[in-house]
């Protein structure tokens, strides 16, 4: 335990880091976000393949000229989820054939669709350390862990890890760990 309950969590090392970040009082709010947007870039890169997000960009954005019945694409999406291998690649579907049922079309739907999945991801990534946390440290320590992590999540770039996960041209680079090095890179006072 003198580690911190971080360490056993059963994630990634990213959501480690998340998990060190939100629970240390000694990381500020934009290094917890940093880490938590981090680590939804991770799960995008390995959970998503490129051909299921190619296929769910084509259905949404369509051809140039659509025919009479191409306007709403939602029973093709329901069958793709026979080809979806994830939980986040299900997630993606789903949120898809949501954003066109509120009425979205083309790019508008596609990007609403990646954040509410970048989102739902990161949500649920948060409330696997808290349950953690609420296991191996105190009430106290767990509540304020998930009252960080609440903070962080409103700081992240949802957008552009959504832009990240469509590989859009205009996606933002990824994000870098920033490495302290020396005495003059520590809290800012």
């Not at 296929?55 to 000229?65: K, N, Q, S």
Request: glycine share 6%; net charge negative.
């Amino acid at each position: 335990m003198s580690d911190g309950p971080y360490r056993s969590l059963p994630m990634s090392p990213k959501w480690k880091q998340t998990a060190k970040r939100a629970y240390l009082s000694s990381f500020s709010a934009p290094e917890i976000s940093e880490a938590l947007q981090q680590a939804a870039e991770r799960d995008c890169r390995a959970e998503l393949s490129a051909g299921l997000v190619r296929r769910v960009t084509a259905l949404i954005i369509g051809p140039d000229e659509p025919g009479l019945f191409r306007d709403l694409p939602t029973a093709d999406l329901n069958a793709l989820h026979r080809e979806c291998s994830s939980t986040m690649e299900h997630g993606l579907v789903n949120n898809a054939i949501d954003a066109l049922q509120d009425g979205l079309r083309g790019q508008a739907a596609l990007q609403r669709a990646a954040e509410a999945s970048v989102s739902d991801r990161m949500l649920a990534g948060s409330r696997q350390i808290e349950e953690h946390m609420h296991r191996e440290a105190s009430d106290h320590r767990a509540r304020a862990t998930r009252s960080r992590l609440e903070e962080a999540h409103g700081r992240v770039d949802v957008s552009g890890v959504a832009r990240i996960l469509l590989r859009a041209p205009d996606a933002p680079a990824r994000t870098a760990t920033v490495v302290y090095s020396g005495l003059d890179d520590g809290v800012p006072l």
